[in-house]
């Protein structure tokens, strides 16, 4: 019965079982409701080859310090919850292995550009209300019900225009690593313009002149300093850098 | 005024700026960099009408440019309704004093008043 529960129990605790290696994890810990002051707690982990961040955060939450704030729900880069700065680089923790840092200092921290809510845990208040601002969704005034119009057909073609935008999970790492958000409390950001690219290229869209309206203000496209850093951290391999570029193309006449 | 004309517009001046720019110091090697920068040399310029033309046309250029640039610089810097329109209108009215001082210099010149 003994040896059953010990089981049950180690199974629950997920990777961290009979490692040797161990890692210091750093926790940026900071709530502004009370105070704004930022410190570390740091924690000895121990780790496997397969250990992610959020293992570790999750390992320190369960057995040394439940009162740490992180936010996560798939666990496999789907779901987009657990964006965080590890070691100065905006990343999923459950898609980043402690291996793969070559580090035995792993340093968690909030993502930038976005408002601290505790610990780790960070507010998305204007990444989604950007994002709602582009529309982002087929404008097509053909509806489903008209006979004839069910279908909107795509070549393959039409589709690899787009599909890699589709792939984005809005994890709001994009905007995190954006220096152009960091100073533009008024930028729309790499990800929501990755997005209006994403409907624009889409040619079952018709709303292709009411978005470029949207993003072609004095806080719009032209902020983009093309820095590159936002393509750079995505997890799903969408190239927000890209789409800004060719949505710049529509804007400058170089593409119908 | 939309952003993208704004930018079409800074961006073909900078283009045409080089270009004048290039002519400009072209003509600068026809003599010796002292030399070229004697008084009866920068005057004789200033009185070469198609010259005094394109000095005119690269200060245009250039302040339409580099006001752009600045506007948005400050931009990004800080936001606010009130301090964005002080810095259009602020850069604008700079761009357009820039513009009339430099135009009186070569115009002056070109009419002999100097």
Same mark, same amino acid.
Not at chain 1, 122 to 130: A, D, H, L, W
Not at chain 1, 168 to 196: E, H, R, W, Y
Not at chain 2, 26 to 50: C, D, H, K, M, W
């Given at each position: 019965m003994a040896a059953e529960s010990l089981q049950i129990s180690n199974e629950e605790s997920g990777? &961290?079982? =009979? =490692?040797t290696k161990t890692i210091t994890l750093r926790i940026a810990r900071s709530n502004p409701k009370k105070n704004t002051e930022q410190k570390f707690d740091e924690f000895k982990i121990p780790y496997q080859k397969w250990t992610t961040v959020l293992d570790a955060i999750l390992e320190v939450k369960k057995h040394l310090d439940h009162s740490v704030a992180v936010r996560y729900s798939c666990r496999q880069a789907s779901c987009g919850s657990c964006g965080m700065k590890i070691n100065g680089r905006p990343a999923l923790a459950c898609f980043t292995k402690i291996t793969e840092l070559n580090s035995d200092v792993v340093t968690v921290e909030p993502m930038n550009n976005f408002p601290i809510i505790r610990d780790l845990v960070v507010g998305f208040e204007r990444m989604f209300s950007n994002h709602k601002k582009i529309k982002p969704y087929i404008i097509n005034e053909e509806s489903e019900i008209n006979p004839g119009t069910k279908e909107f057909l795509q070549t393959p073609e039409d589709v690899e225009k787009y599909i890699q935008f =589709?792939?984005? &999970?809005?994890?709001?790492l994009c905007n995190s690593a954006c220096p152009t958000m960091a100073t533009d409390s008024s930028f729309v950001g790499p990800q929501a313009l990755a997005q209006a690219y994403r409907y624009v290229a889409d040619n079952r869209d018709k709303g292709k002149d009411e978005r470029l309206k949207i993003i072609d203000d004095s806080h719009g496209i032209f902020r983009c300093h093309f820095a590159g850093s936002c393509s750079q951290v995505c997890p799903k391999g969408v190239d927000p850098a890209m789409g800004i570029q060719l949505l710049r193309g529509y804007l400058l006449g170089f593409r119908d | 005024m939309r952003e993208s004309i704004i930018m079409k517009i800074h961006y073909g001046t900078a283009v045409a700026a080089v270009a004048l720019v290039a002519v400009h110091i072209l003509f600068r090697f026809t003599l010796g960099f002292a030399e070229s920068l004697e008084y009866e040399n920068v005057i004789a310029n200033y009185q070469f009408l198609p010259y005094a033309g394109m000095l005119e046309i690269i200060l245009i250029l250039i302040s339409i440019h580099g006001f752009n640039g600045l506007r948005v610089v400050l931009l990004e810097l800080k936001q606010g309704s009130q301090y964005e329109k002080s810095v259009n209108y602020g850069c604008l009215g700079a761009m357009a004093l820039v513009i009339l001082y430099g135009s009186r210099t070569i115009f002056m010149t070109n009419m002999g008043m100097m």
């Amino acid at each position: 019965m003994a040896a059953e529960s010990l089981q049950i129990s180690n199974e629950e605790s997920g990777t &961290i079982v =009979s =490692s040797t290696k161990t890692i210091t994890l750093r926790i940026a810990r900071s709530n502004p409701k009370k105070n704004t002051e930022q410190k570390f707690d740091e924690f000895k982990i121990p780790y496997q080859k397969w250990t992610t961040v959020l293992d570790a955060i999750l390992e320190v939450k369960k057995h040394l310090d439940h009162s740490v704030a992180v936010r996560y729900s798939c666990r496999q880069a789907s779901c987009g919850s657990c964006g965080m700065k590890i070691n100065g680089r905006p990343a999923l923790a459950c898609f980043t292995k402690i291996t793969e840092l070559n580090s035995d200092v792993v340093t968690v921290e909030p993502m930038n550009n976005f408002p601290i809510i505790r610990d780790l845990v960070v507010g998305f208040e204007r990444m989604f209300s950007n994002h709602k601002k582009i529309k982002p969704y087929i404008i097509n005034e053909e509806s489903e019900i008209n006979p004839g119009t069910k279908e909107f057909l795509q070549t393959p073609e039409d589709v690899e225009k787009y599909i890699q935008f =589709s792939n984005c &999970i809005k994890c709001g790492l994009c905007n995190s690593a954006c220096p152009t958000m960091a100073t533009d409390s008024s930028f729309v950001g790499p990800q929501a313009l990755a997005q209006a690219y994403r409907y624009v290229a889409d040619n079952r869209d018709k709303g292709k002149d009411e978005r470029l309206k949207i993003i072609d203000d004095s806080h719009g496209i032209f902020r983009c300093h093309f820095a590159g850093s936002c393509s750079q951290v995505c997890p799903k391999g969408v190239d927000p850098a890209m789409g800004i570029q060719l949505l710049r193309g529509y804007l400058l006449g170089f593409r119908d | 005024m939309r952003e993208s004309i704004i930018m079409k517009i800074h961006y073909g001046t900078a283009v045409a700026a080089v270009a004048l720019v290039a002519v400009h110091i072209l003509f600068r090697f026809t003599l010796g960099f002292a030399e070229s920068l004697e008084y009866e040399n920068v005057i004789a310029n200033y009185q070469f009408l198609p010259y005094a033309g394109m000095l005119e046309i690269i200060l245009i250029l250039i302040s339409i440019h580099g006001f752009n640039g600045l506007r948005v610089v400050l931009l990004e810097l800080k936001q606010g309704s009130q301090y964005e329109k002080s810095v259009n209108y602020g850069c604008l009215g700079a761009m357009a004093l820039v513009i009339l001082y430099g135009s009186r210099t070569i115009f002056m010149t070109n009419m002999g008043m100097m």
